[in-house]
């Protein structure tokens, strides 16, 4: 809280602040500036906490594990000759799953498990 007379845009805030803040954020569909606006707050802080969550996320973002491939009987592992079979699922906190077709570049998908970790 501010003293009487304070710009409430100066006041400090902790981690669990902006973190709850920037969540709002990123789900309310606002510019950062209109978004800042309505909750008196600078929009240069909000941005510098965004990107600073955002950059500790990255880095402990959890490692590729190395998995083992066994046989299915899936109907999708048996039946290759489908178009849109896939070969390789990849499943995300949260329980997102992505599939991939035999040959997508490995690099690329550990460069895509890492950001939506």
Do not use: N
Request: hydrophobic letters at 40%; a positive charge.
């Amino acid at each position: 809280m501010a003293p009487p007379g304070a710009d409430p845009r100066r006041v400090r805030r902790g981690r669990a602040f902006w973190k709850r803040l920037v969540g709002e954020l990123e789900r309310s569909g606002l510019s950062h500036k209109e978004f800042a606006d309505r909750r008196g707050v600078s929009v240069a802080t909000m941005r510098r906490w965004l990107y600073r969550l955002r950059q500790d996320h990255v880095e402990t973002a959890p490692a590729i594990l190395p998995v083992r491939v066994v046989a299915s009987t899936a109907p999708t592992a048996r039946d290759a000759r489908r178009d849109d079979a896939a070969e390789v699922e990849l499943e995300l906190p949260g329980g997102r799953r992505l599939r991939f077709p035999t040959g997508t570049d490995v690099d690329y998908v550990a460069a895509l498990a890492r950001r939506l970790g």
